[in-house]
């Protein structure tokens, strides 16, 4: 089964932008966000406190990848349970720091199908959910992505985002053990 692991000298290539920067935290943040979407396939949220704001605002995200912690420490509970939401079909996969595995892989792919909202809780790290995500969301879908300490991130997912990812990934190479 496919999986990617971040290999060091991808790291800076990641914290590069690979979208619009809304700077600054919270539910003025998450506002500004959904003034600004359009037409869209699709809204995807990566992290704990983007999904928290935005379900805040009254936005259900139709994915939402959390894992109960926040800047490498545990979430507040305000936060952890302002992340759940009635509407979320909730799925588990255990995904080590730094890797994309194929059990995340497939998930993200069931809930790219999926007509309800999916929330998939990851046991380990979330971070690098959002690149398969751009990858494999339909074009004209939005992947929303904490920054920590400098705002959110809304990337518009197009043919050319979707290249430059998969670009990405393809770097993204595993040494087997």
Known sequence: MKRYCLPEELR????????????????????QIVKDLHKYSKI?????????????????PDISFVDDRTKRGPASDKIMKGTR??????????????????ELLQEIGKAMESKTPVQIFVKGEEDLAALPSI???PISSVIIYGLPDKGAVLV??????????????????CKEN
């Open 12 to 31: 800076e290539e990641l914290r590069k932008l690979h979208g619009e920067l809304y700077p600054g935290d919270g539910i003025e943040n998450a506002k």
């Open 44 to 60: 995807i949220s990566v992290g704990d406190i983007v999904t928290f704001n935005l379900l805040t605002v009254g936005l259900v």
């Open 85 to 102: 939401h009635a509407h979320f079909k909730t799925i588990t996969v255990e995904n080590p720091p730094g890797t994309i595995t194929g």
């Open 135 to 137: 990858a494999m969301a």
């Open 156 to 173: 518009r997912v197009t043919e050319n985002k979707k290249k430059e990812i998969q670009s990405l990934l393809d770097k993204m190479k």
